[in-house]
T-cell receptor, first 113, second 111 residues
């Protein structure tokens, strides 16, 4: 299984809502990532988890809260988002060895009204 | 931090022709350079990568070259096909898991 799955595919939420994005992989990868991608732009790294511990936070606003409950799952909790947070949110995973391919999921298309 | 520039931003080629996309990077410590293809509605997929101890790598119709002295690397696609139409991103990495992406090239292959 070389797949990263993400749910939901699409999400529309208001600025006062709380929602969560989910990501799952069963490749035994111990590094997992959240990226944000705006239209016609490259992915921007948000968070990196290594061995289920947060290792990189790219100065992301606290309205985004990541969680890694186990080695296969990665969540992104959303609260009090702004319309400019509307984007494609991509999850990726990789082996924890140097210079290794990151496998990306299909993403969650988020719209904040 | 690392800065990756990518050109051109759009590229149209006739089916069967070659396509070349170029990237430059700023940090000489970067040592891993993957190329990703992103089709509409999908996440990026790795198509080829190269490490700093290698100058060129080829996989069927796709090749990547790296010039460490000049700090640039290029993607070459030969005998292009309509299914090669997508957005291509180059990236550079220093640590191995923190990728700095180029701005992307939208490739259109005209049948």
């Amino acid at each position: 299984d070389t797949e990263v799955t993400q749910t939901p595919k699409h999400l529309v939420m208001g600025m006062t809502n709380k929602k969560s994005l989910k990501c799952e992989q069963h490749m035994g990868h111990r590094a997992m990532y959240w990226y944000k991608q705006k239209a016609k732009k490259p992915p921007e790294l948000m968070f990196v988890y290594s061995y289920e511990k947060l290792s990189i936070n790219e100065s992301v606003p606290s309205r985004f809260s990541p969680e890694c409950p186990n080695s296969s799952l990665l969540n992104l909790h959303l609260h009090a988002l702004q319309p400019e947070d509307s984007a494609l949110y991509l999850c990726a995973s990789s082996q924890l060895v140097r210079d290794n391919e990151q496998f990306f999921g299909p993403g969650t298309r988020l719209t904040v009204l | 931090g690392e800065n990756v520039e990518q050109h051109p931003s759009t590229l149209s080629v006739q089916e069967g022709d070659s396509a070349v996309i170029k990237c430059t990077y700023s940090d000489s410590a970067s040592n891993y350079f993957p190329w990703y293809k992103q089709e509409l509605g999908k996440g990026p997929q790795l198509i080829i990568d190269i490490r700093s101890n290698v100058g060129e790598k080829k996989d069927q119709r796709i090749a990547v070259t790296l010039n460490k002295t000049a700090k640039h690397f290029s993607l070459h696609i030969t005998e292009t096909q309509p299914e090669d139409s997508a957005v291509y991103f180059c990236a550079a990495s220093i640590t191995g898991n923190q990728f700095y992406f180029g701005t992307g090239t939208s490739l259109t292959v005209i049948p």
